[in-house]
């Protein structure tokens, strides 16, 4: 049999794209392929739920399985949702598109094809823009189209058998396909974030990737630089970013080693194990040609009309960059806190109410991505799950700003919200007594009583010795339980001591 070598598809658009770094001489490719669940209450083509956690095989119905004599119906939902993520990303969406049945046999899959789309999908083309460390990489999108889930294999180790559950079966998915534009793991793995960060933000799909409900396929490759597009191999179902990161890192070594002792990539789906942190080959990869595919006869092209993509991108949120941009623009914060603070849609939620409840943009903006980022990363929760709420954080920062109190006691207060020991910024710090010293004959008192029982430090300070004015001041803050003013202290102090 003679070999029939087919040039690479996605080899053209990578002329002139700048060389990668290179891992032991080697260039690294990746390309990804992304399904995104979307978040509508019924399936794709019925009216089953699409709820999460069900008992198995209650939610799918007749139409999910195609029994005969049912008809597909199109869900407007996961059009509009679709049409969204399209507008999101700068794409072309497709006035007409059309869905197509891809064949294959699989005990999860009974009806022997899934509806999907193959020549026209509805979105086409447009990118996915993100910073690697201080660099602006743009990734291009092939396409994105609508088709449905299948159903669940699960294997029952214990008892030794395998169950199917076909509650997923018919799912809408939007199945999200790149160029093989990323050059290393670093940049995608932060393509993926951000593609997670817009498909959340906009609302088509809730993200959730411990219940599958954002799956990454990996497809990797290497070459020596000015080599044509290397043979890939194609990781399946990355279900977390810390396992995207050490499937895809295992992987560049593992086909690295394997050419360097001189054997060839074979193109094939792999599978990571996250127990021994190895990805293993599970099948040889299919062609499109072993699906035969053909157009769906039961479902006619799906039409979507300007006026309702227009209807559509009236009602789409303000984007994480165009925030983050006016974050600078009217708050002054610098570039670098405004992309920390549009992280995700809640995180820039919290910050808008502290905002709104009288917090001053910077403080609000440091406190954020300071203290409180610290302590959910801590405890592993997001912003969501913070024990103190936005309104308390701006109503704690407005006291600061109009003096009300000084740092130190601000987070005094902050624990105790944190703590739930309290929830009223003022009523804490009434009760705390956290007002600072207002009174210069008590703590001209204070001060006298330091300076009493401190002669060292006197002599050391009269001796020329600034750390021991220090140690002065330090004594006094202290004595007054952090209440005094410590330019006050230091006057007071100076004068004093002549
Ligand atoms: P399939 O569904 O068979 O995997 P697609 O054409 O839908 O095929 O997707 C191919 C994916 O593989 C795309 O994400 C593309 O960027 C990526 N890809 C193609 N060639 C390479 C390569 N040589 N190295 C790495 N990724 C590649
Ligand atoms: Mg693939």
Redesign the pocket.
């Known amino acids: 049999m003679t070999e029939t070598v087919v040039a ?4 053209q658009a990578q002329a002139g794209r700048p060389t990668g770094p290179l891992v032991q001489g080697f260039e690294v ?5 992304t399904h995104a669940q979307l978040s509508t209450e019924s399936k794709i083509f019925s009216r089953a739920s699409t709820a999460f956690g069900a008992e198995p095989n209650t939610q799918a119905c007749a139409v999910d399985l195609a029994l005969p004599g049912t008809l597909p119906v199109m869900n407007k939902g996961a059009v509009e949702r679709a049409i969204k993520l399209g507008l999101a990303l700068g794409s072309h969406i497709a006035p007409r598109s059309v869905f197509a049945r891809k064949n294959y046999f699989y005990p999860d899959l009974p009806k022997g094809y899934q509806i999907s789309q193959f020549e026209i999908p509805v979105v086409q083309g447009g990118t996915v823009s993100f910073f690697v460390g201080d660099e602006l990489k743009s990734v291009r999108l ?2 994105a189209h609508l088709e449905e889930d299948a159903g669940k294999s699960l294997h029952e180790n214990f008892i030794g058998q395998s169950g199917i559950d076909l509650n997923r079966a018919g799912t809408p998915l939007l ?1 999200i ?6 050059r290393s793991t670093a940049e995608a793995v932060a393509y993926a974030k951000e593609l997670h960060k817009i498909v959340t933000w906009i609302g088509i799909c809730d993200g959730n990737m411990q219940e599958g409900s954002f799956r990454c ?7 020596r630089p000015g080599e044509p ?4 191999r ?1 990781i399946k179902n990355l279900n977390s970013f810390r396992f995207m990161q050490q499937a895809i890192d295992y992987e560049i070594r593992w086909q690295i080693g394997e050419i360097e002792d001189g054997r060839k990539i074979q193109q094939a ?1 792999v599978l990571f194990d996250p127990d021994t942190g190895e990805t293993r080959a599970m099948r040889t ?4 040609a072993d699906y035969r595919y053909f157009p769906d006869p039961d479902l006619p092209p799906l039409a979507i009309a300007q006026e309702w993509i227009d209807r559509v991108k009236a009602g789409m949120p303000e984007l994480p960059r165009a925030m983050a941009e006016r974050y600078v623009r009217d708050h002054g914060l610098s570039e670098y806190d405004a992309a920390q603070l549009t992280q995700s849609v809640a995180l820039a939620r919290y910050f808008d109410e502290a905002v709104s409840k009288g917090a001053t943009p910077k403080l609000a903006s440091n406190w954020i991505t300071g203290e409180i980022a610290r302590r959910l990363n801590a405890q592993e929760i997001g912003i969501e799950a913070a024990p103190v709420k936005a309104s308390q954080l701006g109503q704690l920062i407005a006291r600061i700003s109009d003096g009300t109190i000084p740092n130190s006691a601000a987070r005094v207060v902050f624990d105790a919200l944190w703590s739930g020991e309290g929830s009223e910024v003022d009523a804490i710090i009434a009760a705390k007594d956290l007002k600072p010293m207002n009174d210069t004959g008590a703590l001209e008192k204070i001060i006298d009583g330091v300076l009493a029982t401190n002669q060292k430090n006197i002599d050391e300070y009269r001796a020329g010795k600034d750390k021991a004015f220090n140690a002065l001041v330090g004594q006094v803050m202290k004595a007054s339980q952090g209440k005094a003013n410590p330019a006050q202290v230091n006057a007071l102090l100076k004068a004093k001591l002549g």
């Open positions: 690479n598809p996605f080899e490719i990746i390309g990804f392929e092939v396409r199945e396909v790149t160029e093989p534009d990323m396929d990996a497809n990797v490759s290497v070459r597009l290397g043979t890939r194609e789906t990869k299919e062609d499109a």
